[in-house]
């Protein structure tokens, strides 16, 4: 049996992967950590803490995801987006382990017109894509057995998130306005903890680093997304359409972060849910709680 280490365990994906972990449970052995039970800034604490619990796969879901606070606190996006992830990439290096590590579109500078590959040419606009750039180059500058999966616009029904932001929103105002010039895919948390799980199952002896591109199927506008949530949730909230100009932000959002997902749908031999679908799914959960 192997044993997993799950780091930002109480994150949207750390809570996902939890949930499935389940369905695991007779081949592979769970640790769960935030940074009270590990600083993964610590190396030496990522060492003993391998050691001790005799680590085979490593799977980082911890990340400093404040897109605008990063543009004010970049030492310690930094830290958290790349030192972080540089140790845990020599550990598993050290270790002869595998590192799964969770990346985003922000790594894009969003001015394509047709959806982004793998190997296409990164640009970050935002501190926070920056960091999460320089995470990627240390884990494939460690040389360790690694998987890179971006992603983009997370939510779930943990944590905090657009689509909780949205369904509060709703209940409390008659209307919002939400910017419809930036696209990209939405993704549930729960179905990237799925496809994480299959990437691990699938590709026992991997060497070396691969990257891929994991979102829900579809594309939308945050616009759209806004007002799908309002009509799944059957909230009577009216949502008007803006351009970005007209909600400043801190940090420079890609105004086109769509991922092309060939490449994982083949690595795992399976389709991938249309946002929607997983959309109703989530609203639904939340209901229920």
Not at 27 to 50: C, G, H, M, P, S
Not at 102 to 127: H, M, Q, R, W
Not at 267 to 283: E, K
Request: aromatic share 10%.
């Amino acid at each position: 049996m192997k044993n997993i280490l799950i780091t930002g365990a109480n994150g949207q994906l750390g809570n996902c992967l939890r949930d499935l972990a389940k369905e695991y449970q007779d081949k592979y052995r769970f640790f769960y950590t935030d940074v009270a039970e590990l600083d993964i800034t610590d190396a030496a604490a990522i060492d003993q803490y391998i050691i001790e619990h005799r680590i085979d796969i490593i799977i980082n879901a911890a990340a400093y995801t404040a897109v605008d606070k990063a543009e004010d606190d970049e030492g310690n996006a930094y830290r958290i987006n790349c030192t972080a992830v540089g140790n845990l990439a020599n550990a598993a290096r050290k270790h002869d382990l595998r590192l799964f590590h969770i990346s985003t579109d922000y790594v894009f500078p969003g001015n394509a017109c047709i959806p982004y590959k793998e190997d296409d040419p990164t640009g970050p606009l935002s501190v926070y894509g920056s960091t999460k750039l320089s995470g990627e180059k240390a884990v494939l500058e460690s040389g360790c057995r690694a998987t890179i999966i971006r992603t983009s616009w997370l939510y779930s029904e943990y944590g905090n998130n657009f689509v909780k932001t949205m369904l509060r929103l709703g209940a409390e105002r008659e209307s919002l306005r939400v910017v419809c010039d930036q696209i990209g895919g939405p993704t549930y948390a729960g179905d990237l903890a799925r496809v994480i799980y299959r990437l691990m199952e699938n590709g026992e002896e991997t060497q070396g680093t691969e990257i891929y591109h994991f979102a829900n199927e579809g594309v939308c506008s945050w616009f759209d997304f806004a007002k799908t949530i309002m009509d799944i949730a059957g909230l009577p909230c009216r949502v008007e359409a803006i351009p970005s100009s007209e909600y400043p932000a801190k940090a420079h959002r890609p105004a086109f972060s769509v991922f092309n997902l060939r490449k994982i749908k083949v690595a795992t031999g399976t389709s991938i849910p249309y946002w929607r679908d997983s959309l109703i799914l989530t609203i639904n959960k939340l209901k229920q709680k």
